[in-house]
C-alpha cells in the first residue's frame, strides 16, 4: 500500500537525524542516510550548518554522492566538490548523465578539471567534454545527451519490440525522436501515442512533425518561459542545421525556474542568488559588504543634499525632524513598481509595445497615490506642528516624489536592460537614490524658499 | 522538418498584432490569432493594456477561449470572466479537466457560479461542483480526477490492448494507477515500465508500490516542493483511507513555483503578487496604497524619534545632515538577512534545527560588516566635518545598529511565520521600522549625551 504523505516528511527526518549527529551516533545516522533518497540528502545538506554537513557527507553512501551533488544548489556544490580528490570525483559521477557531470564539474580550477577527465575512460571524457563546451546558461549547458531516436519508416509494433530489447527507457523519457539517415530531426512520438496506435501503423503517419525544437544557443531564460507557456515535459535540442543534439526535461527547467525567480528576489534586496544559507560567517559578510558599500554612497549622496541646505536646518529643527518623511513613501512607491516591471520584464510582458503604455499608468498612479497622501500628510503635520505653511510644503514634496517615483520606476529597470545590466541588481538601488535626492531637494528647497526667514 | 526556436517567437507576434491592432485591421489580427496557441495568446493578453486586451478577447475562438482562461494569470482571468455570461462560461469550459474549469471559474461570486452551474449537464456540473469544494491551495484544488487506473492482476498485454482501444490518454499522462476493487491506491505503472516489460508478466510484478501519494489537504506549497525535490511528473492524490481521488501534474506545479517566487519578491516589495501588470490606473492605485499607508506609519514612527531629540538637532544641524546615513544602512545589512531567511524558510532549509545557528552567524556578519562600515564611515565624516567625536559617534551607531540588522533579520521573519503572518508581507517593512528606529535613537542619543552643550 502507498504511504499517504500528509505532509512533507523531511522535517522529520531533519529532527532525527540532528538529534543522532548531537548525540554523535554516527552509525545510526548512516543508517538514516541509507535509507533516504538523494534528494532528501541533499535537502538535509542544504539545511546544515558547514561543521554538521561535512560530518554528514562523510556519513553518506559514496555510490550515491554523485547524484547527490547533482540536487544540491551550486554554492553548497562548489564546497563540497572543491574538497574531493580528482579520483572521487571521477568515481561518484561514473554513469551521471553528462549534463549532471557538466554541472558538478563546472566550477573546478582547469587544472583539477584535468586531473578529473584524466581519471574517466575515453567515452565518458568525450562525452563530458562536449557537455561542458556549451556555456552553462543555453540549451547546449542544459541538455541531456541520452535519448532514444527512431525511424519514420518503421511500424509501431517494430519500435514496441525495439524498446523492450533495449530495456529501461532514459530517465524522463516522454517522446522519441524521429530522425533521417543525418539525424536530422524529422518529428517526435511521444509514448502515450506510441502506446495507443495500431500495431502495424508506421510511425511517420503518427508521430508530431510541427513541434518545435530548441536551438542548441537559446538561453535559459527563454527556455524556462516557453516549457512554461507550453506545458511541455521535455523538447528536442538541435542546431542550426536541425540535427538532434539532446533534450532538455521539465526537471532541470522546474530548477530555473525556481532560480530565477529567486534571482530577481534575492537580487533586488542586495544579495547573491547562489547565497548558501548556511555559508560561514566570513563568505557571507564580504559577499554582502559591496551592496552595503554601494548604499553608504547613496546615503552620503542624500546627506550631501541635506548638508545644501544646513542653513535652513539650522535655522528650524523641526525641517530636520519631518524630512526623512517624504523620501521614504518615494522609496516605497517607487520600488512597487519597480518590482512590477521586473516581473513583466522576467516573464516577457513587457517590451517596446506597451512601454510607453505602462509609464503614464505609472505616472498616474503615483499622481493619484501623491495627492491622496500630500493631502493625508499635510494634515498630520498641520496638526502636529500647528504650521499650515509647513503641512503644505510637505504635500508639495509628497506629491512631486511619488509622480517621479512611478516615473522612475518604470524607466530605471527598462533603461537597465537596455544597457544589458540586470534590472533586479541595479533598479532598487538606483530607485532608492533617486526618489531620496528629489525628495529631500524638494522638501528642503521648499522650506529654505518658503519658512526660514 | 521541425521548427527551430531560435528564441521566443512571441515576441515577434506580439508586435505583428499590435501594428495590426493599431491600424484597425481587425480581420488580420483575427487570422494571426487562428493560428496561434492558446497559452500565446494568453501570453499577448497579459501584455495588452485594458482596452487592447478586451478588444482581442472579441477576436479569440470561443472553441479556444475555455483553454486561453486556464492559461491567464488569476487578475487578469478574473477581469474577463467577470464579463462573460453565465451561458457563456459554461459553453467554453465545456470538455476541459475539471481542476482547469475550477480555477476558471472560482472568482465568480455564488449567484453568477449557480446560473453558470444550471448550465451544464449533470455529469459536468457533479464534477465541478466537487472539484470546487476542495480549498483552492490544497491537493484537491489542484488535482485532475482525469486519469486512468488498472488491476494489478493483469498482464502488461491486455493493458497495452486495452489502452490501445479506449484511443487517446488524458493529457500529460507519465504513469497508470493501480488499484483494488474499492478504488485504494496499490502501486503506480509508468509508461515506460509498461513499454519495456514482457507481454507476459502480470503488473502488480512490476508496477511500484514503494511511491508515496498526496494527500488530497496537503498544502500547495509542500506539494511544489515534493515534486521539486523528487523530479516528479506526476503523482497520485488520495484521502485518509488511501481511495485515489486525482492526480496532479507538473504543468500545474511549475505554475505553482513560479507563483511562490514571485509571490516573495512582490510581496517584499509591498505589492500584490497578482497584480496584473496593465491593471487600470484607480485599480493599481488602490491595491499599492495600502502599503503605502503602513509606510506612512513607519516614516512617523522614525520622524517622531528625531523628534525627541529636536533640541539636539537645533543646536547643531550637521547632525540632522548625517543621522539619515545609519538608519539606511541598517534597512540595508537587515534586509538583506529578511531576503536570505524568507528564501530558507519558503524552501524548507531552516526550521527548529538551525534557527539558533543561523542568528549566531547573522549576529556576527552583522558585526563584522557593523565594524567595517563604522570605520569607513567615521572616517568620512571625521574628515567632512573635522569632528572626531561626531565621526565616533557615527561609527559607534553605525555597528550597534548593522548587529541589530542581523539579528533582527532573522527573528522578525521566523517570529512572523510562528505567528502564521506571510513573513514576505511583512517582514521587510517591520524591519525597516526596526532599524530606523535603531539607528536614529542611537545616533541622535549619543550626540545628545556627547556632542551637545
Request: aromatic fraction near 4%; charge should be negative.
Amino acid at each position: 500500500m502507498a504511504d499517504v504523505l500528509e505532509q512533507d516528511q523531511t522535517h522529520h527526518t531533519l529532527q532525527e537525524v540532528n538529534k543522532a549527529l548531537e548525540n554523535g551516533m554516527f552509525v545510526h545516522v548512516r543508517r538514516l542516510l541509507q535509507d533516504m533518497e538523494p534528494e532528501d540528502i541533499a535537502h538535509l545538506l542544504e539545511a546544515s550548518p558547514p561543521k554538521e554537513r561535512q560530518v554528514l557527507w562523510q556519513l553518506t553512501d559514496p555510490e550515491e554522492q554523485g547524484e547527490i551533488l547533482d540536487e544540491l544548489s551550486e554554492d553548497v556544490k562548489d564546497g563540497i566538490v572543491s574538497q574531493m580528490e580528482p579520483e572521487k570525483l571521477a568515481a561518484v559521477t561514473e554513469g551521471m548523465e553528462s549534463d549532471d557531470v557538466a554541472y558538478v564539474l563546472r566550477s573546478l580550477s582547469d587544472e583539477r578539471y584535468q586531473e578529473v577527465l584524466a581519471q574517466m575512460d575515453a567515452t565518458d571524457r568525450h562525452r563530458i567534454e562536449t557537455a561542458l563546451a556549451y556555456p552553462e546558461d543555453t540549451a547546449g549547458g542544459m541538455m541531456s545527451t541520452d535519448f532514444i531516436t527512431i525511424r519514420g519508416d518503421v511500424t509501431a509494433d517494430v519500435v514496441l519490440r525495439y524498446l523492450r530489447m533495449r530495456g529501461e527507457l532514459p530517465e524522463a523519457t516522454d517522446s522519441l525522436y524521429v530522425v533521417d539517415d543525418n539525424q536530422v530531426l524529422i518529428g517526435h512520438l511521444s509514448l502515450s501515442t506510441l502506446i495507443t496506435t495500431q500495431p502495424d501503423i508506421e510511425i511517420k503517419d503518427v508521430m508530431q512533425d510541427a513541434d518545435e525544437a530548441i536551438a542548441v544557443d537559446m538561453a535559459d531564460s527563454e527556455i524556462a518561459n516557453i516549457f512554461e507557456r507550453r506545458n511541455w515535459l521535455s523538447a528536442p535540442v538541435v542546431d542550426a542545421n536541425n540535427h538532434l543534439l539532446g533534450r532538455i526535461t521539465i526537471d532541470d527547467v522546474v530548477d530555473l525556474i525556481r532560480e530565477e525567480a529567486e534571482h530577481s528576489m534575492m537580487t533586488m534586496a542586495g544579495m547573491d542568488d547562489d547565497e548558501d544559507t548556511f555559508a560561514p560567517v566570513l563568505k557571507s559578510a564580504k559577499s554582502r559588504s559591496i551592496w552595503l558599500g554601494v548604499n553608504v554612497l547613496t546615503a552620503l549622496a542624500a546627506a550631501s543634499v541635506s548638508n545644501m541646505f544646513e542653513h535652513t536646518l539650522q535655522q528650524m529643527a523641526t525641517v530636520a525632524v519631518l524630512m526623512t518623511i517624504v523620501p521614504s513613501m518615494g522609496g516605497v512607491a517607487g520600488n512597487q513598481t519597480v518590482a512590477l516591471v521586473i516581473r513583466g520584464l522576467a516573464v516577457g510582458h513587457i517590451g517596446d509595445t506597451n512601454t510607453r503604455w505602462l509609464l503614464s499608468k505609472e505616472a498616474r498612479v503615483g499622481l493619484i497615490n501623491g495627492l491622496v497622501w500630500a493631502l493625508i500628510i499635510g494634515v498630520v503635520v498641520f496638526v502636529w506642528k500647528g504650521s499650515l505653511m509647513l503641512g503644505a510644503i510637505m504635500a508639495g514634496a509628497m506629491l512631486a516624489n511619488l509622480f517621479i517615483a512611478g516615473v522612475a520606476g518604470v524607466l530605471i529597470p527598462i533603461g537597465l536592460k537596455k544597457l544589458k545590466i540586470d534590472p533586479a541588481l541595479a533598479g532598487g538601488m538606483a530607485l532608492t537614490t533617486c526618489t531620496d535626492i528629489v525628495g529631500l531637494m524638494v522638501f528642503l528647497g521648499l522650506a529654505t524658499i518658503f519658512i526660514t526667514p
